[in-house]
Each structure stands twice: as C-alpha cells, then as structure tokens.
C-alpha cells in the first residue's frame, strides 16, 4: 500500500508536482474538476445525491476507484465491483455501516479532525480486508505517516501541502512523504530494489539497491537513479545511453524493498547489452522488439518486410489466422493459432507505432468499464448454421496466385562473370525452409497419435482426408483387386517393366557378402550387412495416383530383406487407396497398408498404435506437414526412429552449351516446375549464345501453355534462374556449390563431364536422358537429397535399408602383438579397466 495519496483541493497544482506525485501514489480527483493527464486517480464524489450513472461514467472513463458517501454506496452495491469502490466516511459514522455494505467495498476514505493511530487501529479491523486512507485536520509530516503505515493506514495529503522542494511547516516534500515508513534491515541503511519493465508485463529486468538520496532522484526526474555499493550515486545511462524512464516506484508490504517499474531504453539493463540480467527478453516483448526492428531494417525480400509494405497481405492473413484459430479444437492447436494470430496483429500495430503497452493501457481502459455492450457479433461474423460452414481445410501447400496470361512465361537471368561473391552466395540458397514453425505446427498431431493411437488417427483422417475409416490398416492379399479398382492393362505393364529395372540396379547393389580384412597377424575385422527389421514407407496420395514412389521405396526394401514393410499412403474420400499403389505393395511384398497421411501418419509409423507396427526408419517424400513430422520423431528418444534424409521442394539443374536442343531443354525445366510453386529450376548456359537462349525461353513459354498445371509453373518459372556461365568448368563448378537433387547434362561429350560431378542427388546424362525417366523406370531411385544437402546426402539406395555390424576376431598370437599397444593408449587415457582387460589375457 503506498504510504500517502494526494487530494486534488482545488488549488492551482505545478503540473511537475502532479507528474512526480503520480510515480509514487494515486491522485483522488474530486468530481467535476479536471482529471490529471496520464495519471492513475480516484474520483471522489461527495454528494450524496448523485446519480449513480454519474459515479458509473467516472469509472467507464478510467477512474480506479469511487469514492463515494454512505448513502449513494447502497446504491451501487452489485453494480459496481467491490474492488472500485471506497467509502467516504466520518469517523463518527463508522458503526452504521452494515455488514453487507463492508463487504461490498474495498477501502474507506476516512475523515477525522486527528489521525489518532488508536482510533484508526480500530476503524482498521472494523474494516478487515479492506484499506483505510485518513484525511486528517492534523499538519502532515514523517512522523504521522509512518505511524499510520504501521497501523495499516496511510495518509491522504492536499496536494496544496505537498512540495518538489524540502519539507517546511506548511509543506512536507512529496520525497519525505514517500521514504517515512520505509525501513532498511541492511547495515549500509541501502533498500534492495527490482527494476522491472513496464511495457512488457513486469518483466524482471534486474536487482540493484537505492538509497534515500538515489531515490529522491529518482522521484524528482523521473529517471532511474540507484544507489552503487562500489560507486555511490548511480545514474542509469549516464554513460551508455542506456536511460530509464521511471513509471512507478513502490515499496513491498513490509516496506523494507522497492520495485522500479521503467521503461528501458538502449541497449538493455544488463551490462551484457541483454534487455534483463536474468536473460534476454522472450515471448511476446522479443515479437515486439523483433517487429520494431525490423520495420526499420528488414531487407527487401524478406517476410515481414512484404508484410509492412502490403496491407492487403497482412489484413487477408490477419483474417485468415483468426479463422484458423475459431477452428481450432485441442489445447495445442489454440496456443497454435493463436500465436500466429498475435505475429500478424503485432506486426500490423508495429507499422501503425502501436506498442505492446499501448495495448495493455487499452485493455485497462477496457477493464475499468462497469457499463458493457451486449458483446454481440456484428452480421458478417455471426454464427451460421453448421451445414453451412467450410470444412476445416487439410494441411497443403498454398497454390499460386493467377498471373496475367498474356505476359510471357519467362526465368531470370544473371551473369556469373558480373556477380559479386556475395551474390553468388545468394544464388546457391534456397527459399528458407521455416522448419521450427512447421514442427510447432505438427507436434500437437503427432502428440495426439501418440497418447491415443488409433482413436485419434481415425479422427485426424476422417479431418484431413474426408475418409470415415472402421481401422486404418489394410492386410494382404492386396492383389488380384476387387473388379470395381483394375488397372488399365498398359499402366500395369508399365509398373511391371519399372518393376524389373528398378529391382535390377538395386539388387546389385545389395552387400551380400562381408568385408573380411586382416590388419595383422592373427587380427580379423570384418563388416556385414543386416536389413533394417522393420521400415515404413511414405507414399503422398490422396486424390493423386504415385505408384512411382511406391516402386522407388518399396524395391530396395525388399531387395535388402526388411523383416516388415508397412507402406502408409493418404486415402480417398470412400476409404480406398488408388489400385496402382495397391499393385505396387502387391509386387514388393508390403506387409500392411496404413490408410493415413501426413504428420499423423508419420506419427502412427514412429510410435506404432493398437493396429499399426512400430517401425525403426521412415522413408518417402511429402509435404511440409510429413516433413516436419520426420524431423520431430526422429530427435525423440521415446520414438527411437530414424528417417531417410531431409526434404524440400524439388530441384533440377540443367546445364546446356551451344549444341543443346533448346525444345529438350525447355522440357527438363519445365518438367520439374510443375511440381510446385516452390520448386527450384535453374538453367546453366556455358557459353550458351543469346540466339540459343531465346530459343529457349520461346520453348518454356510455348511448351508451358499447353500444360494443365500452367498456373502453378507460370509461378515457378518466374522464380527461376537462368545462369550465364563462362565455359562448360565454370558451369560444373556452380553446380557443385549448388549441390542440385536433379542434374542433367545438355553438353558436348556429357559423359565426360560426369567425372567432374561432386555434388548432385542423380545425374542424367546426355540429350536422351531425361529426368522424367528416372522419376518413373531407368532403374535409379527418385527419392532424392534437396535443398543442398546433396553435398552430405545419397538419394535413396538398398543400403539405405541395411545397416552395417563389425566384428573382430583375435587370435592368441594376435593378441601377443596388438594387447600391448591397446594397453599403452589406455594407460594413456587413465582407463585402467581397459588396460586390465588386455594385461589379465597375457597374464602380464
């Protein structure tokens, strides 16, 4: 409780004294005078017979509390919240306040010719739970005030007998008002204080000590002054710039420590340039000071900086994520939503200058309403009925905006010679993949298949996929097919031809026999290949037919011998998976088939369900939900489960010289923009003459239009690159820091350039090899590294699905000659054990 308020009397105030005042107490503003600008004050009505609505308007227009007399108090009681109403009261009148009306205030505004500390003891446990403010005849000073304090009182001072300056017999300093029941149970008389920030939430910036001159200061200047145990007086910023303006400053309950509530400005508190000793600021108060900076210097292409340029944009994602989260149903996917809401709202209030504290003031504004409107929707957003609402869409990927049809579909084009390195640089990267937003987004998901298993499969698949399942798995025999699901005769004898080579190349591949090496005389290392025992496969699907995927995953898993193949591919709408995928688990002798999708499939392969098998390694390409969902389970130790290689959008790279066909080209780029809009195609020219060029970019444009996906690849191809390369070295050399999934070879001699290849998930080689062939049936796999992770990463092999054991077998004679160097390094290491181990079998 602060140790005084201050009664607005009616004199002329310094509005500096106001300004001071209002850091340490509350200003009481008798009814129909002006209200202090920015200042927190009770409004004191005297009449009696005021109208109640009256007292209500005073509270709506931002009034903490009113203070009223005893007979307009009954009035109020229900209406008005007991925490916003004091009494005014003599003294003499204590006993006729009733039992009902003491509970239905929260303080008294006491009036007695003496501010006996006897009386007002009493009047204190009349009024139990509630504070007693004394507006005393008696001149004011430290002494009455700190009496009152210990009673639980404080003191109401006319702000006409409060001063800036020293303490006279007329005035007493509002300093001297605020330190007198302050109490230092330190020997160096200092007051421990906890400086924290106003416009985030209170958050703790650090704790420092304050002494009664420092404080003082403090109260005067409105700045934050402390008290330095090395240094004495200690003005904050005074040298790093990093000042304080002070809000409030009030003591605890035992008035022994104090709380500075400041706004920082700078660098920070801490003398590590963080907002707070106690760690940098998180939540939404970094939003808030990420937002602001980044309104001054977000780059040109970024984000946030499109959304600070485009209001459309952000008042369309406004709405849209307030939609998304009136959908939401599980705790998670409101905290979800919900976060996504508050990064559009605050990054429309950071272009508008709107602080996270100008927020909070509203809703205290709002707060202290006691009159409210029904709080009914306005027309547009209400309630309509259920048949009548959208289904809740299922995860995918934005699909591109419409451009104007008539402008030519044409890339971009830079020149290698005329880059700077930093532009290079910029060349080689990728769209940023946002991938701890994605994983924030499907760990509710796969939490969810987790803790319920197939309860909530079945739920998330019946949400996402429109599919009403009675049990998500589907058992061999999967072929010969039901007559309502058979196959066109030439697509099975496609899927039957892609079998045999796919099978081919990689049974070659298979370790069938170990790696046995002698390093020494009577020491025998060996390396053998085991299957992994269990794998699942992900198939993307739904409304699409990829028995492509199925083949590139399915083959190798069973050319290796995994013990237990579950493919999971996304159902239809009637609960079925399209008949070629069906063939395809028939041909590799798939296990089950999982009739789900997305993170909630991947989730049920990694944690296993009551019908789904635990699986110790996820395969297969998918969109940014399976994709996270791969990334999460196979960082928890609980799913211990390991994926393929990361994912992005799909790559190709062609590089072409003057002999390419440009009609060829144009096909091989074209053949991987329309995958998405987000794919990458980028064409190499090595000494590519301009008339080839545009021979090319004509093929795109033409080629393009007579596509059905030409919206989408009107999109990707306008965030293509075309490259300009010196010679075909300069061309290989780029491609090498680019690291493409796809790299085909338009090139004189392209076989020979295969040699210089170093990074590339596949490699098509030559004029009459194009990429489509291994997406569908060379033999090679399309499951492929993107994103340049080709510089780490194999596309997808037959080892993929084995794992590699050692062994060692030591002779006697062998362990003569190589114990004693085992024994010396583990000396060497302080590992006795180990040394013992050794040293027991030569009896040494």
Request: net charge negative.
């Amino acid at each position: 409780m602060p140790s005084f308020l201050a009664l607005l009397d009616g004199e002329s105030v310094d509005d500096e004294l106001l300004v001071a005042v209002s850091r340490i107490a509350s200003i009481i503003v008798p009814s129909g005078q002006t209200v202090p600008a920015n200042c927190n004050h009770f409004v004191l009505v005297q009449d009696p017979s005021t109208d109640p609505d009256e007292v209500i308007a005073h509270l709506d227009n931002g009034a903490e509390k009113a203070i009223v007399p005893l007979s307009l108090a009954k009035n109020l009681i229900g209406t008005v919240p007991a925490n916003r109403l004091f009494l005014l009261l003599d003294v003499a009148n204590v006993s006729a306040v009733s039992d009902t009306l003491r509970s239905a205030i929260s303080g008294v505004f006491l009036k007695t010719s003496s501010s006996d500390a006897d009386l007002i003891d009493s009047v204190s446990r009349f009024f139990k739970g509630s504070t007693v403010h004394v507006l005393s005849s008696d001149q004011p000073s430290p002494s009455s005030i700190r009496k009152l304090a210990a009673v639980g009182a404080s003191l109401i001072l006319p702000t006409s007998q409060l001063t800036l300056g020293p303490s006279s017999e007329k005035k007493i300093s509002i300093v001297d008002a605020f330190l007198a029941p302050l109490v230092s149970d330190r020997p160096d008389g200092l007051f421990p204080t906890v400086v924290s920030s106003d416009p985030h939430g209170g958050r703790t910036l650090g704790l420092v000590y304050s002494s009664q001159k420092s404080i003082a200061e403090s109260i005067i200047t409105g700045k934050g002054v402390y008290h330095s145990r090395k240094h004495g007086l200690w003005r904050k910023g005074e040298t790093s710039g990093a000042t304080q303006d002070v809000v409030r400053i009030q003591t605890d309950c035992d008035n022994d420590a104090l709380e500075f509530r400041v706004v920082q400005h700078g660098a920070g508190f801490c003398h590590l340039d963080r907002a707070s000793c106690f760690g940098d600021l998180d939540g939404l108060a970094a939003l808030e000071r990420t937002l602001a900076a980044r309104l001054v210097d977000a780059p040109a292409g970024s984000y946030t900086r499109r959304l600070f340029n485009d209001q459309e944009l952000l008042r369309a994602k406004i709405m849209e994520e307030a939609d998304e989260l009136c959908r939401a149903e599980t705790k998670e996917e409101v905290a979800f939503e919900a976060a996504d809401l508050l990064y559009f709202a605050l990054t429309k209030c950071a272009a508008a200058g709107v602080s996270v504290k100008d927020i909070e003031q509203s809703l205290d504004k709002k707060a202290k309403k006691i009159t409210r409107r029904p709080g009914n929707a306005k027309p547009q957003w209400s309630s309509k009925p259920e048949a009548s609402k959208p289904p809740v869409p299922a995860p995918q990927a934005p699909s591109a905006p419409q451009s104007d049809p008539n402008v030519p579909i044409r890339m971009r084009t830079v020149d290698l010679a005329a880059v700077t390195p930093d532009e290079r640089s910029k060349l080689l990267k990728r769209p940023v993949l946002r991938s701890d937003e994605m994983i924030a987004k499907v760990k509710p998901i796969v939490d969810n298949v987790r803790v319920r298993g197939d309860a909530a499969l079945l739920e998330l698949t019946a949400k996402f996929d429109k599919a009403q399942l009675d049990t998500p798995l589907l058992l061999p025999p999967f072929f010969p097919l039901p007559e309502s699901q058979s196959i066109d005769p030439d697509v099975r004898e496609a899927i039957d031809a892609a079998y045999a080579n796919i099978h081919k190349f990689h049974a070659a591949q298979i370790d069938s026999a170990p790696l046995v090496v002698e390093t020494m005389p009577g020491v025998t290392c060996t390396r053998f290949a085991r299957p992994i025992a269990r794998v699942g496969l992900y198939v993307p699907g739904g409304t699409a037919i990829l028995p492509s995927t199925a083949l590139m995953l399915g083959v190798p898993a069973q050319v290796a011998g995994c013990e237990q193949v579950i493919l999971a591919t996304p159902p239809r709408a009637d609960g079925s998976i399209s008949p070629e995928v069906l063939y395809v688990a028939h041909l590799v002798g798939a296990h089950a088939v999982l009739r789900a999708g997305g993170a909630q499939a991947v989730a049920a392969l990694a944690y296993g369900t009551e019908t789904v098998p635990k699986v110790d390694k996820i395969f297969g390409p998918g969109n940014q939900w399976v994709t996270a969902a791969k990334m999460l389970v196979q960082n928890d130790t609980d799913a211990l489960v390991s994926i393929d290689m990361p994912a992005g959008p799909s790559e190709v790279l062609v590089i072409a010289d003057e002999l390419c066909n440009p009609a060829f080209v144009a096909a091989d780029l074209l053949s991987q923009a329309e995958h998405g809009v987000d794919s990458q195609v980028v064409l190499v020219g090595a000494s590519l003459p301009e008339s080839t060029l545009e021979k090319i970019e004509e093929e795109v444009d033409k080629q393009a239009r007579a596509l059905s996906r030409v919206d989408i690849v009107r999109e990707s191809v306008s965030r293509s690159l075309i490259v300009k390369a010196d010679d075909a070295n300069a061309a290989m050399t780029f491609s090498n820091e680019y690291a493409p999934e796809h790299l085909i070879l338009h090139l004189r001699g392209a076989s020979g350039w295969v040699s210089h290849v170093r990074n590339a998930g596949s490699v098509f080689v030559g004029p009459y090899s194009p990429e489509s062939c291994g997406d569908y049936a060379s033999g090679t796999n399309h499951t492929l590294p993107t994103n340049g992770y080709a510089r780490q990463f194999s596309g997808v092999n037959t080892q993929s699905f084995q794992k590699h054991i050692t062994s060692q077998e030591i002779t006697a004679e062998g362990l003569q000659k190589l114990g004693p160097i085992v024994a010396t390094l583990a000396d060497c290491e302080g590992l006795q054990a180990h040394a013992n181990a050794v040293r027991v079998r030569l009896g040494v």
